[in-house]
């Protein structure tokens, strides 16, 4: 079943008087439990792609729905779909640095309404999950990069989401460490049936994949 | 539910201190500017919230109980006749120098009264027995006229309007606006010692009412028998003499351009740290955005540490306000801060901080989430 479908996205910026076109009609379908990988060369529209199925961005054209539900522009509906149905895992981390590992996974099932010790519970059960629960209370400048990756890619599970979507997720990680990042992330993904999107430059990634889509000026490839 | 607010701002403990110190500086500014304020207007009439007078019987236009003008003290006779007057008496305020030892001369405010006693002034004595004055060439003095006429004690003797006067005991807590010292002195006395101005003189007339008599229709009937005098209640009286000092000696205005300089310090400093914190910090917006936060959790986070900072700051500069205390009454002064003060501070510590804050507002609700993605 397909959790997320795009439909003829486009994207278009306005610069001035010049508009440039990044996306041109892409279409896809991402479905529970599958690992889809996007490559392309830099400037071919990935990223722009990723913020757009994850929620961030509003398209110029086309049709998304997640969980068969249509995703409209505004803002707050945006951020309301962005809450409960995607898990983000950024290429630099983006944890909180204020907060050791544990409270960055708990931050964000807070923000995704659970709160209390059962928000603390989880947290730890999700730390553990990604083999971390011995580090939670550390700050993210006392852990390596792989384990910030992995606090990452916990808080990207909280509550559940249908979709995760990950940016380069092993470009700051050295190769070893990367592969056992991406097995990681792979394992979750088909353990729990969600739907995995990775964007990645790395062939490599590609091993860990059911389906690779390329995408080169604006347009996934067939 | 995880505080990243506090957290955040307790990751720079250098920019947390600076802004709860911003704010502990201007709310000790302020507690002390509007504390000063009220000390000193709180001496402008603590004669007339002291006395033990219902009504005061002033001469036209008095704008102060210090800068008295006189009429004739007969007048006190249509006073005790008047029905709801339980008694009356005269009451001199004048200004007379006194010489100092080394030859030097000091201006003094007198209070002149045939019966101290009744009036109950001096209200604290701290040595000698007040009737004293009416047996003969006798002074009182107040113990804050030290800083001005030096050091005396009781049985020293000082000269008055050149008359040999004796010290026969020493009041407390009576002061004036203008800080020239208050004596007291025997009503006959003070007119023997200016008789060109106050022979048959007096300043004020003191009134005290009968038990159950209406104050307005006494007033009233005063008033018709005395059309060229004022009267007024004692808080009439204290309120009148107190506008006098805040409308024509900038005291108002100090005050006034006091609190609205510690408020803009308080403000730029708070708004500032805030700011510069949000955006240093404005990629872990951007993140809460990207994992399901919306504007109004940045909000809340940014209000929260508005909040943090007010009641920390608000509490350290009450502190600091209350140290002041004791250097401001070495100095004669008075710090006064009453609980509705204090209480009108930290409710506007709390909103000025939280107005701040929304200068981090508007910046954050454009926060793109997608600058997570970038490097």
Same mark, same amino acid.
């Given at each position: 079943?397909?959790?997320?479908?795009?439909?003829?996205? $486009?994207?278009?910026?306005?610069?001035?008087?010049?508009?440039? $076109?990044?996306?041109?009609?892409?279409?896809?379908?991402?479905?529970?439990?599958?690992?889809?990988?996007?490559?392309?060369?830099?400037?071919?529209?990935?990223?722009?792609?990723?913020?757009?199925?994850?929620?961030?961005?509003?398209?110029?054209?086309?049709?998304?729905?997640?969980?068969?539900?249509?995703?409209?522009?505004?803002?707050?509906?945006?951020?309301?779909?962005?809450?409960?149905?995607?898990?983000?895992?950024?290429?630099?981390?983006?944890?909180?640095?204020?907060?050791?590992?544990?409270?960055?996974?708990?931050?964000?099932?807070?923000?995704?309404?659970?709160?209390?010790?059962?928000?603390?519970?989880?947290?730890?059960?999700?730390?553990?999950?990604?083999?971390?629960?011995?580090?939670?209370?550390?700050?993210?400048?006392?852990?390596?990069?792989?384990?910030?990756?992995?606090?990452?890619?916990?808080?990207?599970?909280?509550?559940?989401?249908?979709?995760?979507?990950?940016?380069?997720? $092993?470009?700051?990680?050295?190769?070893?460490?990367?592969?056992?990042?991406?097995?990681?992330?792979?394992?979750?993904?088909?353990?729990?049936?969600?739907?995995?999107?990775?964007? $990645?430059?790395?062939?490599?990634?590609?091993?860990?994949?059911?389906?690779?889509?390329?995408?080169?000026?604006?347009?996934?490839?067939? | 539910? !995880?505080?990243?607010?506090?957290?955040?701002?307790?990751?720079?403990?250098?920019?947390?201190?600076?802004?709860?110190?911003?704010?502990?500086?201007?709310?000790?500014? +302020?507690?002390?500017?509007?504390?000063?304020?009220?000390?000193?207007?709180?001496?402008?009439?603590?004669?007339?919230?002291?006395?033990?007078?219902?009504?005061?019987?002033?001469?036209?236009?008095?704008?102060?109980?210090?800068?008295?003008?006189?009429?004739?003290?007969? @007048?006190?006779?249509?006073?005790?006749?008047?029905?709801?007057?339980?008694?009356?008496?005269?009451?001199? !305020?004048?200004?007379?120098?006194?010489? #100092? =030892?080394?030859?030097?001369?000091?201006?003094?405010?007198?209070?002149?009264?045939?019966?101290?006693?009744?009036?109950?002034?001096?209200?604290?004595?701290?040595?000698?027995?007040?009737?004293?004055?009416?047996?003969?060439?006798?002074?009182?003095?107040?113990?804050?006229?030290?800083?001005?006429?030096?050091?005396?004690?009781?049985?020293? @003797?000082?000269?008055?309007?050149?008359?040999?006067?004796?010290?026969?005991?020493? %009041?407390?807590?009576?002061?004036?606006?203008?800080?020239?010292?208050? %004596?007291?002195?025997?009503?006959?006395?003070?007119?023997?010692?200016?008789?060109? #101005? #106050?022979?048959?003189?007096? %300043?004020?007339?003191?009134?005290?009412?009968?038990?159950?008599?209406?104050?307005?229709?006494?007033?009233?009937?005063?008033?018709?028998?005395?059309?060229?005098?004022?009267?007024?209640?004692?808080?009439?009286?204290?309120?009148?003499?107190?506008?006098?000092?805040?409308?024509?000696?900038?005291?108002?205005?100090?005050?006034?351009?006091?609190?609205?300089?510690? +408020?803009?310090?308080?403000?730029?400093? +708070?708004?500032?740290?805030? @700011?510069? %914190?949000?955006?240093?910090?404005?990629?872990?917006?951007?993140?809460?955005?990207?994992?399901?936060?919306?504007?109004?959790?940045?909000?809340?986070?940014?209000?929260?540490?508005?909040?943090?900072?007010? +009641?920390?700051?608000?509490?350290?500069?009450?502190?600091?306000?209350?140290?002041?205390? =004791?250097?401001?009454?070495?100095?004669?002064?008075? #710090?006064?801060?009453?609980?509705?003060?204090?209480?009108?501070?930290?409710?506007?510590?709390?909103?000025?901080?939280?107005?701040?804050?929304?200068?981090?507002?508007?910046?954050?609700?454009?926060?793109? =989430?997608?600058? !997570?993605?970038?490097?």
């Amino acid at each position: 079943m397909a959790v997320l479908e795009a439909r003829d996205i $486009t994207k278009t910026y306005q610069e001035g008087v010049q508009e440039t $076109t990044v996306l041109r009609g892409v279409s896809m379908d991402l479905h529970a439990g599958e690992v889809v990988t996007l490559e392309g060369p830099s400037g071919s529209g990935k990223t722009t792609l990723l913020q757009i199925l994850g929620c961030i961005l509003s398209p110029s054209g086309g049709d998304l729905r997640i969980q068969q539900k249509p995703v409209e522009g505004r803002s707050s509906h945006l951020a309301a779909v962005r809450r409960r149905n995607i898990g983000f895992v950024f290429q630099q981390f983006n944890l909180f640095p204020s907060l050791n590992a544990l409270e960055n996974v708990q931050y964000a099932l807070n923000l995704k309404g659970l709160k209390g010790p059962a928000a603390k519970q989880e947290a730890r059960a999700l730390l553990d999950a990604v083999g971390l629960l011995d580090r939670a209370g550390y700050l993210p400048r006392d852990l390596s990069g792989g384990q910030k990756q992995r606090v990452a890619i916990a808080r990207a599970l909280a509550c559940k989401p249908a979709v995760l979507l990950a940016d380069e997720p $092993t470009a700051n990680l050295d190769s070893a460490v990367g592969a056992q990042i991406l097995e990681l992330f792979r394992d979750l993904a088909k353990r729990e049936n969600r739907a995995l999107l990775v964007v $990645t430059h790395d062939p490599k990634v590609r091993s860990i994949a059911d389906r690779v889509l390329q995408i080169h000026d604006g347009r996934l490839r067939p | 539910m !995880v505080d990243l607010a506090l957290k955040i701002l307790l990751h720079d403990k250098l920019r947390f201190t600076i802004t709860v110190a911003g704010v502990a500086f201007a709310v000790a500014l +302020v507690l002390s500017q509007v504390g000063l304020f009220f000390g000193l207007l709180s001496n402008a009439t603590l004669t007339i919230r002291h006395a033990n007078a219902d009504l005061w019987v002033t001469s036209h236009n008095t704008p102060n109980v210090d800068f008295a003008h006189q009429f004739p003290e007969t @007048y006190v006779n249509r006073v005790r006749s008047v029905p709801g007057v339980a008694r009356a008496g005269n009451l001199i !305020v004048t200004f007379m120098n006194i010489t #100092l =030892p080394n030859g030097a001369e000091e201006g003094g405010v007198f209070y002149a009264l045939e019966d101290f006693g009744a009036w109950n002034l001096p209200w604290t004595v701290k040595e000698g027995d007040i009737q004293d004055l009416r047996r003969g060439e006798f002074i009182f003095l107040d113990e804050s006229a030290k800083r001005r006429l030096g050091d005396f004690a009781t049985g020293d @003797y000082r000269e008055v309007q050149h008359n040999r006067l004796r010290i026969a005991g020493v %009041s407390q807590e009576a002061k004036s606006f203008t800080t020239t010292p208050v %004596s007291f002195i025997d009503f006959r006395r003070a007119q023997e010692m200016n008789p060109d #101005l #106050l022979k048959g003189n007096t %300043s004020y007339i003191l009134v005290k009412l009968a038990p159950g008599a209406d104050a307005a229709a006494v007033k009233a009937e005063l008033h018709r028998r005395l059309p060229f005098n004022d009267v007024y209640t004692s808080n009439e009286w204290a309120t009148k003499s107190e506008a006098y000092w805040i409308k024509n000696t900038g005291i108002g205005l100090n005050a006034f351009l006091a609190v609205f300089l510690g +408020v803009l310090v308080g403000v730029v400093v +708070v708004a500032q740290t805030l @700011y510069t %914190s949000t955006m240093e910090h404005i990629k872990e917006f951007g993140t809460v955005k990207a994992i399901g936060g919306s504007n109004a959790d940045i909000y809340r986070i940014l209000a929260r540490q508005a909040t943090i900072a007010a +009641v920390l700051g608000f509490l350290l500069g009450l502190g600091l306000a209350f140290a002041q205390k =004791p250097a401001v009454e070495a100095m004669n002064l008075k #710090l006064i801060m009453p609980a509705s003060t204090i209480s009108v501070v930290a409710v506007g510590t709390l909103l000025l901080c939280l107005a701040s804050a929304m200068v981090s507002f508007r910046k954050v609700a454009n926060v793109d =989430p997608g600058l !997570v993605f970038r490097s």
